[in-house]
């Protein structure tokens, strides 16, 4: 039996060898080894290095076995009474590692990290290795390809995609490694400086903070607009306000259930199990954040057909059938959804569907949203501009003009979402504190827009505020007094414009 194991590992080997030329040695940490040799340990050091919650079950690691070969002991597993080593050219080995797996991603991850330790060793059998104890050798550390260095430095390379359970930052992390004074390397490589969880939790829990806050505001609007009846004008800015409360219940959930699960558990993690629930979870995020784009576009329609009638700036019916743009804007909203889940389905169907990085499937929702915002744009634009061209001819007017253009402006922005173009496209920085703030930014923007429509459209409003307040004395009995001021807004008719 011992025989044929040592057979099978040579045979092994020659295909090892096979596989490559031997033009020196490659140092796997501290150790060196010719190439084929290297090779098995760095194969499983990759996968011994992995993180835990990518296996089932542990992984293979309790079925590691130590096969000796011209003394050396190397890894690998007892297959029909025949010693495999640990190679990722072995398709045996390769079976076995890939059913180890929770994701086929985990398993293609760990093929790269094989291929780039292999890469490694070819890269410094073509240099040459200069002796002495003033410079640390050229070496694998099981993650990274540390080149010469210094005796006496600690240097830094740039933290590795296997550091990581997705995608990995935007922004650049290092990892770091002593190279002592006496030419030698330190076993353990700092790779703690290439950790992105309290940032990530940091910017997760702000944007919960943010966005519960959003629902604990807009909520009491909601049960406004729906008890009262006669604030049936009301209702395109109560869909929003509802688009909101729902699209930010949604984030939240998804943001606490799989976000900072993934951040803060070591195994079995709602990502890492990518079920049914949690796919469904993200779909309806993003079909809810297209309703609210919608909902905002279809309010700036509404608002830039209103005041543009009123100033005389466009000529035409003031009535308009908002059933049609409801129900183009429906379809936009679904489809557009509908057309992102099948593309993650087929081409994408890891991590919950949350990342999408590394593909562009991003913008089949993003595209449709920039191009209402592109339209709310616009049309504010085009109002400003009907104010300016009413009052151009009076200058005695010229500061009524301004308050009245930040009147509009004010009731406007959230509206129509244009601040949301500010930040629609995360640039491209390698600096993490200044994409931290992005994020932070971007959120609190995110968050305040149903607080500023809540409050501006809502709160503040006269109408609205009437409303109540006759409600009240209703309650306590008390007769109605009727409002011997009129409301100051730009326009007496449409009073429930303006607070």
């Known amino acids: 039996m011992e025989k044929r194991m040592r057979i099978s590992l040579f045979v092994s080997l020659i295909l090892i060898l096979l596989s490559g030329s031997v033009n020196g040695n490659c140092r796997y940490r501290n150790d060196d080894f010719s190439e084929e040799i290297f090779s098995i340990f760095a194969d499983f050091g990759c996968y011994k290095y992995t993180q835990k919650k990518f296996f089932i079950d542990g992984g293979l690691f309790r079925n590691i076995s130590t096969c000796l070969f011209d003394a050396y002991k190397l890894p690998g597993i007892i297959l029909d009474d025949k010693c495999e080593v640990f190679h990722h050219n072995n398709s045996r080995i390769q079976y076995l590692v890939r059913e180890s797996f929770v994701n086929e991603v985990y398993f293609e991850r760990w093929v790269d990290c094989c291929e780039d330790a292999l890469q490694c060793c070819q890269k410094m059998q073509q240099s040459e290795q200069e002796d002495g104890s003033d410079l640390c050798p050229a070496l694998w550390d099981g993650w990274t390809c540390f080149s010469s260095a210094p005796a006496g430095t600690t240097v830094e390379y740039p933290c590795p995609i296997y550091a990581y359970s997705g995608q990995g930052p935007k922004c650049t992390h290092f990892s770091q490694k002593q190279c002592f004074n006496n030419g030698t390397w330190s076993v ?28 604990a505001v807009c909520l009491p609007a909601l049960v ?25 219940i949604l984030v939240i959930m998804s943001k606490k259930l799989i976000i900072l699960d993934e951040l803060v558990q070591e195994e079995d993690t709602v990502i890492s199990k990518n079920g049914v629930p949690c796919r ?6 993003k079909l809810t954040a297209n309703a609210v784009f919608t909902c905002m576009l279809l309010e700036a329609i509404h608002l830039h057909r209103l005041l543009t009638n009123i ?17 183009g804007g429906a379809l936009v909203s679904i489809l557009t959804a509908i057309s992102w889940a099948i593309a993650m389905a087929l081409a994408n169907d890891q991590y919950c569907w949350v990342v999408t990085d590394g593909t562009d499937f991003q913008w089949i929702n993003d595209t449709p949203r920039l191009l209402m915002l592109t339209i709310n744009f616009i049309l504010l634009l085009h109002i400003v501009l009907c104010l300016r061209k009413t009052f151009k ?32 496209v995360r640039p491209e920085t390698k600096s993490c504190p200044w994409e931290q703030f992005y994020y932070f930014v971007s959120y609190a923007l995110e968050g305040l827009q ?11 409003n006269c109408e609205v505020r009437r409303t109540l307040r006759d409600s009240w004395w209703k309650l306590m009995g008390m007769n109605t007094v009727a409002d011997q001021h009129p409301a100051p807004v730009i326009i007496q008719a449409e009073s429930h414009l303006l607070p």
């Open 188 to 215: 353990q490589t700092n790779y703690a400086t290439c950790a992105i969880n309290q940032r990530l939790i940091s910017r997760t829990t702000w944007h919960i903070i943010v966005l519960g806050l959003s629902v």
């Open 393 to 424: 001819y009076n200058p005695n007017e010229r500061h009524k003009y301004i308050r009245r253009t930040a009147e509009v402006s004010l009731i406007c922005l959230p509206l129509f979402g244009v601040p949301f173009l500010f930040v629609a």
């Open 224 to 248: 406004i607009f729906f008890v009262y009846k006669n604030l049936h004008k009301f209702v395109l800015i109560r869909n929003l306000i509802l688009a909101i409360v729902i699209r930010s």
């Open 280 to 285: 469904i979870l993200s779909f309806f995020e």
């Open 311 to 327: 100033f005389g700036c466009r000529k035409g019916p003031s009535g308009l059938n908002m059933m049609y743009y409801y129900v």
């Open 450 to 460: 149903g607080i500023f429509v809540a409050i501006l459209h809502c709160y503040i």
